[in-house]
């Protein structure tokens, strides 16, 4: 549906690209990024509202990078709405349709489906859009990005305004939304949270690259590049060499720890590797209970150093006992209260060899 071909745009000292990205019919993909990584600017230079310094877009198979935004067929929804204060909500959501002069019965058709989607109703006939809470007017410029039927919808840092409940509230519309309306969508957002609950795809641009693009998976647990790795919050990175070929085909790979990583990796003798591990996956053996296979390697003994509270985990600071390594180990707060540990003791963890990556740092 939409595809950037060797797509490079400049803004002042900063360049973007080459970015080659194919996102088909019904796509949903979060691009995500630290700010300043030229998120935005990807998407303003796809859209037409900068020039492009070289490369190509395509929109449903025609190259439009000459094309005005307005020939594109595309709604976008800028982080600060863009709402016009002297019309009335609904002229706000008739804007964009009224514009292009699309057929009214078939406007009136849509715009009946978005009220309830949206849950518009009670607020549809206000004048003054100024008095709408910061939710409401959220619903409805993103109604006036939907009514028009764009073959793209760009969304840019769309909640990031908003108080937490009311932006998970529109975060499941919105994923709701994607479900049932025959659009594409690329959605520009910094809130990791939100990129892996809404994308069926995630690219992750840094420095004006993207790194990383695949599921939700594959970008979760199989980093590709330390930048990607720092940046998605792994805490548990440790610089090791493969050393040598396991019984079972798996590979032990080490420096001041050793674990043993699985044989599909392709790890090279002799290589130095970043490897890693959640701190979610690391596993608290429980004394007297019995162990499955995966869980019979990569044991280490371990004293709690520090233990950090948030709002719905804790975080076990433990070293090991054979080494000067510190592994962070995240739990939900549920299991921190059922095994009560405290600063000072000890514990058994698992690394589990199914949960670690290896990134090649030579």
């Known amino acids: 549906m939409i595809r950037a071909e060797g797509l490079i745009a400049q803004r002042g000292d900063f360049f973007l690209g080459p970015i080659d990205l194919d996102l088909g019919q019904d796509s ?35 190259d439009v990078t000459s094309s005005r935004p ?14 016009f204060p002297h019309l009335t909500v609904l002229e706000n959501i008739l804007f964009g349709a009224k514009r292009r002069g699309l057929d009214k019965n078939v406007t009136e058709d849509h715009l009946s489906n978005l009220q309830t989607l949206l ?25 006036r990005a939907l009514l028009p039927q764009p073959q793209v919808l760009f969304l840019d840092e769309p909640f990031s305004a908003l108080d937490a409940t009311i932006k998970r509230q529109l975060q499941v519309k919105l994923r709701e939304i994607s479900q ?8 520009v957002t910094h809130d990791q949270e939100e990129a892996f609950m809404l994308g069926k795809k995630i690219a992750v641009m840094i420095q004006g690259k993207i790194c990383q693009i695949g599921s939700r998976d594959d970008i979760y647990y199989r980093p ?25 085909g798996s590979v032990e790979i080490g420096n001041e720890i050793r674990v043993a990583v ?18 979610e996956e690391v596993v608290i053996i429980r004394p007297g209970k019995p162990l499955g296979l995966e869980l019979q390697e990569n044991l280490f003994q371990a004293t709690v150093a520090d233990i950090l509270a948030f709002g719905g985990t804790h975080t076990l ?7 000067e ?8 707060n549920c299991a921190m209260r059922d095994l009560g540990y405290a600063i000072g003791d000890d514990l058994q963890i698992c690394l589990r060899k199914r949960s670690l990556w290896t990134i090649p740092l030579d």
């Open 28 to 62: 949903y993909l979060t691009l995500l990024g630290p700010s300043g990584s030229g998120k935005t600017l990807f998407l303003e230079a796809c859209m037409g509202l900068i020039p492009s310094s070289s490369g190509s877009v395509w929109l449903n198979g025609q």
């Open 70 to 83: 307005e020939h594109r067929h595309i709604s976008y929804l800028p982080q600060d709405l863009a709402l």
């Open 119 to 143: 849950n518009l109703h009670k607020i549809i006939d206000r004048n003054d859009v100024t008095s709408l809470s910061g939710g409401e007017k959220q619903r409805v410029a993103l109604a």
């Open 180 to 187: 049932q309306l025959n659009v594409t969508i690329l959605h």
């Open 224 to 248: 590709e590049t330390l930048e990607v790795a720092r940046f998605l919050r792994n805490q548990n990175i440790f610089e090791m060499t493969a050393e040598r070929i396991l019984p079972d």
């Open 262 to 279: 699985p044989a599909h990796m392709n790890v090279e003798i002799g290589r130095r590797y970043a490897t890693g591990i959640r701190s």
């Open 317 to 323: 600071c433990v070293k090991l006992q054979e080494s």
């Open 325 to 332: 390594v510190t592994i962070d180990v995240e739990l939900p």
